[in-house]
T-cell receptor, first 112, second 111 residues
């Protein structure tokens, strides 16, 4: 079956512009996570969805970052007024339960 | 969540067995030990998880001593395609998991 997909795969934007990153989880997975990975570093947790609710937004680095999920399916991560330090790979993962997470290929964001 | 510590890098040769040890001194009763593999420009891939003793699947084995304060991922007869970063994490079985990824172990397999 299809895995987690993310779009776009690459995004180059100018500082100050807004960007939207999309995640399509595996069908039926109720849990969805967003992570950020800077070059050569480990992953940072951003936000967790259970269904369409986000009980844990503690990883969002600033109020420029927001995310939503609809239909217990697709999720969108929005970054407003992008800054150069936002440049990273943004990874989405979905999970059928409590332990194993399935990651998408990520969106590489470059802010110039 | 328990913090994990693992070597930054390791080198091996094709056909050898590779053992990567991870320490997690503060692991809690409800925590499972999980390992992920990440290739360049890809998202991490779950490879194995365990609670205690030994777990084996088609990819790897995971050895966990009785005190659960450490674990060892064993990759039998590695090939060049096993060159990747390997992350050791603890995952809480009682709810959701915002996985805390450290820097991982960068394994380089040489011909």
């Amino acid at each position: 079956g299809a895995g987690v997909s993310q779009s776009p795969s690459n995004k180059v934007t100018e500082k100050g512009k807004d960007v939207e990153l999309r995640c399509d989880p595996i069908s039926g997975h109720t849990a969805l996570y967003w992570y950020r990975q800077r070059l050569g570093q480990g992953l940072e947790f951003l936000i967790y969805f259970q269904g369409n609710s986000a009980p844990d937004k503690s990883g969002l680095p600033s109020d420029r970052f927001s995310a939503e999920r609809t239909g217990e399916s697709v999720s969108t991560l929005t970054i407003q007024r992008t800054q150069q330090e936002d440049s990273a790979v943004y990874l989405c993962a979905s999970s059928p339960g409590q332990l194993e997470q399935y990651f998408g290929p990520g969106t590489r964001l470059t802010v110039t | 969540l328990a913090k994990t510590t693992q070597p930054i890098s390791m080198d091996s040769y094709e056909g050898q067995e590779v053992n990567i040890t991870c320490s997690h001194n503060n692991i809690a009763t409800n925590d499972y030990i999980t390992w992920y593999q990440q290739f360049p420009s890809q998202g991490p891939r779950f490879i194995i998880q365990g609670y205690k003793t030994k777990v084996t699947n088609e990819v790897a084995s995971l050895f966990i001593p009785a005190d659960r304060k450490s674990s060892t991922l064993s990759l039998p007869r590695v090939s060049l395609s096993d060159t990747a970063v390997y992350y050791c994490l603890v995952a809480f079985s009682g709810g959701y998991n915002k996985l805390i990824f450290g820097a991982g172990t960068r394994l380089a397999v040489h011909p």
